[in-house]
């Protein structure tokens, strides 16, 4: 490459490799089209290191490409985390159970919507099914969400989180 370009340096040489390295790296990630376009039912995600090959991530889809199953391994290679998820008819998830590495649940979320499809309360469950906490967000007119109130399994509000925005304005003049 030196011979060929010798106007680029070594930080130039580095640029150019980390940004082809990222295209390629968007290039072969897959997105939902195409996890139902090319009827993909798993990927699993390794990392080979000092000759060792282990398993990241295994995600499992459903036939309509949702997301049914994640899990998440340990640099050992052994199960860290499972998580499963169940969705509604608008394909909102409704239900997501984290299960640790024995199948054993460790919290459950069920999500509600509302009719514009806007989340509107999470709830947390405990490996009991006993409720720990709740999230109840709020939304403008224009569906962007306000807040997000946080309640204890007594229903004492706990926290309170703003989300403000701030927007760009373009004067067009014909």
Do not use: C
Not at 21 to 48: C, E, M, R, S
Not at 93 to 100: A, F, P, Q, S, V
Not at 124 to 136: C, G, S, V
């Amino acid at each position: 490459m030196p011979e060929q370009l010798p106007f680029i340096n070594n930080k130039m040489r580095s640029i150019l490799f980390i940004t082809l390295l990222f295209l390629t790296t968007q290039l072969v990630a897959q997105g939902k089209k195409d996890i139902k376009k090319y009827d993909i039912k798993t990927v699993l995600v390794t990392k080979t290191e000092d000759g060792k090959t282990l398993p990241e991530e295994k995600s499992v889809y459903d036939k309509n490409g949702k997301l049914i199953e994640l899990v998440n391994y340990n640099k050992d290679g052994e199960i860290k985390t499972i998580h499963r998820y169940k969705y509604n008819k608008d394909g909102d998830i409704i239900e997501e159970d984290e299960l640790d590495a024995f199948m054993k649940l460790k919290e459950r979320r069920i999500n509600k919507y509302n009719a514009l499809g806007e989340k509107v309360e999470e709830a947390f469950y405990d490996e009991n099914l006993k409720l720990t906490k709740r999230h109840l967000y709020t939304y403008d007119k224009k569906g962007l969400k306000v807040d997000r109130k946080s309640y204890d399994a007594a229903g004492v509000l706990k926290s309170v989180k703003k989300y403000t925005y701030t927007f760009w304005f373009i004067s067009v003049t014909y």
